[in-house]
Nanobody, 126 residues
Framework: QVQLVESGGGLVQAGGSLRLSCAAS????????MGWFRQAPGKEREFVAA????????YYVGSLKGRFAISRDNAKNTVYLQMNSLEPEDTAVYVC???????????????????WGQGTQVTVSS
């Protein structure tokens, strides 16, 4: 069983930055592909970014590429989401997820992930 704990959310003004962290335990971290999703009030869960176990392969939803960056530190069992130039539309609960082998073919699909964190709230004020 894998436990995921997010942190780093909060209230920030538009144009600001936040870095989210997701700490994992319960399995060798480098074997987990990791993803970030977000869900705004009244909206469906949305894929944000994903990263392979080695960190060499990264995927982003097209609309966020350039403002958001996913990374990981396998020595710290942690995946990060750096969010820059934040906009009020980025307000959501951000959740990290883990995919164990065999890896799902499409990292943007929530159904392909095996473990989920509780989420961290990000609120961007205008």
């Amino acid at each position: 069983q894998v436990q995921l704990v997010e942190s780093g959310g909060g209230l920030v003004q538009a144009g600001g930055s936040l870095r989210l962290s997701c700490a994992a335990s319960g399995r060798t971290f480098s074997t987990l592909a990791m993803g970030w999703f977000r869900q705004a009030p009244g909206k469906e869960r949305e894929f944000v970014a994903a990263i392979s176990g080695s960190g060499n392969v990264k995927y982003y939803v097209g609309s966020l590429k350039g403002r958001f960056a996913i990374s990981r530190d396998n020595a710290k069992n942690t995946v990060y989401l750096q969010m820059n130039s934040l906009e009020p539309e980025d307000t959501a609960v951000y959740v990290c997820a883990a995919d164990k082998p065999p890896y799902y073919s499409d990292s943007s699909l929530a159904g392909g992930y095996d473990y989920w964190g509780q989420g961290t709230q990000v609120t961007v004020s205008s």
